[in-house]
């Protein structure tokens, strides 16, 4: 399993920015793929999840600080994942990363098994 994520950078506050993540060496399109993010000296937050896709399309999932800014997308043909960002905030600075969910719990959070290597994201003037 690998996931590459790209698309970073450093942006003023109000800009946008798309990030992908690339996926290989499993079957892409059953696993529900998150985003994840961690800002300097915290924790990892969930950013926002994609679920696989389904005869009614792909159900997607926010943390409320990013609800009508960011929105989740995936290409199953490329196996690729995307997360197009907008309205960044100086608070969206993070290392952002993509992960497979391994597990969906009862309470509508994951567990993740694999995880990229991060791209940085810094909201700066």
């Known amino acids: 399993v690998q996931l590459v994520e790209s698309g970073g950078g450093m942006v003023q506050p109000g800009g946008s920015l798309r990030l992908s993540c690339e996926a290989s060496?499993?079957?892409?399109?059953?696993?529900?793929m998150c985003w994840v993010r961690q800002a300097p000296g915290k924790g990892p937050e969930w950013v926002s999840t994609i679920d696989r896709v389904d005869r009614d399309g792909a159900t997607t999932y926010y943390a409320d600080s990013v609800k009508g800014r960011f929105t989740i997308s995936r290409d199953n043909d490329k196996n690729i994942v995307y997360l197009q960002m907008n309205s960044l905030k100086p608070e969206d600075t993070a290392l952002y990363y993509c992960?497979?969910?391994?597990?969906?719990?009862?309470?509508?959070?994951?567990?993740?098994?694999?995880w990229g290597q991060g791209t940085q994201v810094t909201v700066s003037s």
């Open positions: 060496g499993f079957t892409f399109s059953i696993y529900d």
């Open positions: 992960a497979r969910a391994a597990v969906r719990k009862a309470d509508q959070s994951w567990e993740y098994d694999y």
